[in-house]
């Protein structure tokens, strides 16, 4: 799982705009409960240099964060990114194009308020509880009319049509909220300084109108336009041990590097080595041959890179990755007669405690030709019709080339091995409508990558993304290196999510 979700808990809209009379200004006003927020700017409406204002209030469930992280179900810090995802609202108004929308962490506390009206402006705070742009919540001001905010970290957003929805990194923001250095008040949105209208507090801001840019609010009945903050991370896993290869010198330093993983079960659940635990854990590698059943002889000496310090040591450092999950890298040479078949033995710095053993057969660079576009037949081996909206599942891929020949000896196996592919991405929309549930996260923060292992491609879906009562697709992406590009596969594979009441 490297998507986690976080809704907004409290929203609302404050302004400073006339009411129809163009004569009392809604300073009073409270809209949070409607299922929209807005923001907008207007100049010279009332008189030649009036200016009205619309600001967007946003809190979020800061402590869920801190939580999810505490239980390791979030990275630590600079292992994950944050994003304020806000879904465009159709209007019936004017929607403003060419403008800057600036997101700002509110320095003080505020109530979300039980209002309304957008249109007219008639529910009132009047001392009850609420926000609006004189009162920060019931019996206190601002300390500045329309809101207390620091002057950083600020995130902003340009919309060239206004029809955009609105996502920007403020990855540095939650951090700073979750580790105390910023009160976790949430958001201001609203158009930056030079957008926002003109006046005696902004003497450099527009002499011209913007508005109405609109979002669904948390109270929309649209599941996937609810606003978030989506945390992002690449989870994946990339186990080399059914594609490990020889070094070559025909390959870069980079792709003669092996990762291997030790995963420790226990009673079917991984936990950390006692003796270990999040620390380091050395790998030493034997020889053997495919009648071995165990490595035998000594270590064999290797080249320096990953966890190899020096060239002719025998000795890799590998790392804790997550509970009860070690890796460690390194290059093997193959002799001139290579060898069919390598052990790695897990265990302490000397070499006097074994923790496991595994086996690999090694390949060699160039034996295998690629394709020029990557086409598989690919089958999620153990999907199952229905998902409990409250469950996190596994998804098995089983991959092979579509123009595979199978050998004598394959056609003759019980199973045929799978193929990891080591660049894939999946995605999940709503079969129904198309809507996007999970897009393709191939960017920088690569969270939808497939992991890998001996049994071929795997990932986690957390059915909680999901709208329960509806059927969902999932499609699969693979990177294509002679293009430089990703390749969508053919096949969709069909599941539905159910909110069980038993």
């Keep these: 799982m490297a998507i986690k979700k976080y809704t907004a808990s409290a929203d609302n809209t404050i302004v400073n705009a006339y009411e129809s009379n163009l004569v009392t200004r809604a300073t009073g006003s409270n809209t949070g409960r409607a299922d929209i927020v807005e923001t907008f700017s207007i100049y010279g409406r009332q008189s030649s240099s009036s200016a009205e204002l619309s600001r967007i209030l946003m809190n979020f469930p800061v402590s869920t964060l801190i939580a999810d992280r505490a239980a390791g179900n979030l990275p630590a810090p600079g292992g994950v990114n944050f994003y304020l995802k806000l879904y465009a609202a159709p209007s019936s108004k004017t929607v403003p194009a060419d403008f800057k929308l600036a997101v700002v962490p509110v320095s003080s506390s505020w109530e979300e308020g039980d209002g309304l009206d957008l249109e007219e402006y008639r529910d009132k705070v009047d001392g009850n509880i ?46 700073d909220w979750v580790d105390g250095t910023i009160a976790s008040n949430g958001v201001g949105v609203f158009l930056s300084s030079s957008y926002e209208a003109s006046s005696s507090a ?23 336009k609810k606003p978030v903050i989506e945390a992002r991370w690449n989870s994946a896993i990339k186990d080399d041990r059914a594609t490990f290869h020889y070094s070559s010198s025909l390959a870069p330093a980079a792709d003669n590097l092996n990762t291997i993983y030790l995963y420790n079960y226990i009673r079917g659940k991984l936990v950390n080595i006692p003796e270990v635990g999040t620390g380091n854990i050395y790998v030493r590698m034997y020889s053997g041959s495919a009648d071995n059943s165990a490595p035998s002889g000594s270590a064999l000496l290797l080249p320096a890179g990953g966890g190899v310090a020096s060239a002719g040591d025998a000795v890799i450092t590998g790392s804790w990755l997550s509970t009860g999950i070690y890796s460690a890298s390194f290059a093997a040479t193959a002799s001139s007669t290579p060898l069919t078949s390598l052990f790695d033995v897990w265990g302490n710095a000397a070499g006097s405690v074994e923790y496991s053993t595994g086996s690999i057969t090694p390949k060699t660079f160039g034996t295998t030709p690629s394709l020029a576009q990557p086409l598989y037949y690919m089958n999620i081996t153990n999907l199952r019709n229905r998902y409990n909206a409250t469950e996190n599942a596994r998804m098995n891929l089983y991959a092979r080339e579509k123009n595979w020949q199978p050998t004598v000896y394959a056609k003759a196996s019980a199973q045929v091995p799978a193929l990891p592919i080591p660049s894939a991405s999946y995605r999940v929309f709503r079969t129904i409508d198309a809507q996007e549930a999970v897009p393709y996260g191939t960017g920088s923060d690569l969270h939808t990558m497939l992991s890998y292992d001996v049994s071929g491609n795997y990932f986690d879906l957390d059915m909680s993304l999901l709208e329960p009562g509806y059927e969902y697709g999932i499609r699969f992406s693979v990177y294509d290196d002679t293009i430089s590009s990703w390749s969508e596969q053919e096949e969709t594979f069909r599941f539905r999510v159910e909110a069980y009441e038993y």
């Design 130 to 175: 609420g926000s609006d742009w004189i009162y920060a919540r019931k019996g206190t001001q601002w300390d500045v009319p329309g809101g207390d905010f620091l002057s950083s970290p600020v995130s902003a957003q340009t919309f060239a049509d206004g029809t955009e929805d609105l996502e920007v990194n403020i990855t540095s923001l939650v951090e």
């Design 202 to 224: 902004n003497p450099d801001g527009a002499t011209i109108s913007y508005y109405t840019k609109r979002f669904f609010a948390r109270g929309t009945q649209y599941f996937f």
